[in-house]
């Protein structure tokens, strides 16, 4: 990429932009999993102080419904979606005990491409269910990430690939096998149903912001999203202009060796980039962004960034040292951060006060993704 494609990007009028369809929420099927509660949200003052801003809290995902990242959240939702829909369950009655007892006999095998957090989880809800799972995963997968998965019971599937690469692997292997079932979280032509329930199954976490920011009397004015098939921020994008009271600013941070979102905006129009050179950002490190995501990013989006391992790397050893525990994906929120409050044209485009109250999400804890 070229340095005006890692340039930043801002769209000043993102925050009028409303999404077309009100995004559907997945958070009471959430409520009834054992050991759903709110991931904490953690205010951080010394961060506030050096960014110049009111306040600063960091959404840790470290540990959620047993996982170590904030993955499971989309392909709970999705996998529950997906076996309703195929055993005739209603999604009223959907729970893992209705969805266990439909299966019952019947062959099924879920299956999914994985840079990491989201193939466990895939594996996790499957080993929930007692059904078997399948990963496909890339070249530069950590072995903790890998472990994890097998922990699961889940059959994986190292593939000497890119990413994106490994993700038409996946699928082709369902192709004529009626048992298989793809819990993907991107899209292309054809596939959009399945990545549209991830999508859903996401802004549980921004509900739950809402209501944590709500009891403390404040509201977000800027969130920044680490991105990388672009799952998460869509939903950050359609429930902040949907479905929240609040409309703040919308920031995707992206490593710069797979900068996609960066590259689609400048172009106006998706692009993908080469990922070969890798990154410590293994769960952000994908080259195509996800079709159903491009509309909400090209309309909805404030700004995006793009974050350098090294930066990433002594963040995670800041965080570390404030008591919190933030894998490298998760850290770059911070990068990012402070990449747009150091740069007073980007800061100005986004209209952001001197008492704004910023939001970090800390997508996935180190265990998911130690440093090499």
Request: with cysteine; hydrophobic share 45%; aromatic share 6%.
């Amino acid at each position: 990429m070229t340095t005006s494609d890692l340039a930043p990007f801002t769209h000043s009028g993102a925050r009028e932009w409303t999404a077309p369809e009100r995004i559907a929420s997945a958070r009471a099927f959430h409520r009834t999993l054992d050991g759903y509660r709110m991931s904490p949200l953690v205010e951080v003052p010394a961060v506030a102080a050096e960014l110049g801003v009111g306040r600063v809290f960091v959404k840790d995902e470290s540990q959620r419904l047993g996982l170590p990242a904030f993955k499971i959240l989309g392909a709970s939702w999705a996998v529950a979606r997906a076996l309703a829909l195929r055993f005739g369950v209603g999604l009223e009655a959907v729970s893992l005990e209705a969805l266990r007892e439909s299966v019952g006999d019947a062959s099924v095998t879920l299956v999914t491409a994985t840079d990491g957090n989201h193939g466990r989880a895939v594996a996790h809800m499957a080993r929930l269910l007692g059904i078997p799972a399948r990963v496909y995963t890339p070249k530069g997968v950590s072995q903790a990430a890998r472990a994890g998965i097998r922990s699961e019971g889940a059959e994986l599937i190292e593939c000497d690939a890119e990413y994106d690469d490994v993700v038409l692997t996946a699928a082709a292997s369902v192709a004529d096998q009626d048992s298989d079932l793809l819990i993907q979280d991107t899209s292309w032509p054809g596939y959009d149903q399945v990545p549209r329930w991830i999508v859903e199954g996401y802004t549980t976490l921004f509900s739950e912001i809402d209501e944590q920011l709500a009891a403390l009397d404040a509201a977000p004015d800027i969130v920044f999203v680490p991105t990388g098939v672009g799952s998460l921020i869509q939903a950050a994008i359609e429930y902040y202009r949907g479905v929240s009271p609040s409309r703040p600013a919308i920031v995707c941070v992206e490593p710069t060796a797979a900068a996609c979102v960066l590259a689609s905006l400048h172009a106006g129009e998706l692009r993908s980039v080469d990922t070969s050179a890798g990154s410590i950002m293994t769960g952000l490190c994908t080259g195509t962004t996800s079709r159903i995501a491009w509309p909400a990013l090209r309309d909805g989006l404030d700004a995006a960034v793009a974050v350098e391992d090294p930066s990433v790397r002594d963040a995670v050893a800041e965080l570390t040292e404030l008591g919190r525990d933030v894998g490298p994906c998760g850290a770059s929120a911070l990068v990012g951060a402070r990449a747009v409050f150091s740069d007073a044209h980007v800061r100005g485009r986004l209209g952001l006060a001197e008492d704004a109250v910023v939001v970090l999400l800390s997508t996935e804890g180190l265990a998911a993704n130690p440093l090499p």
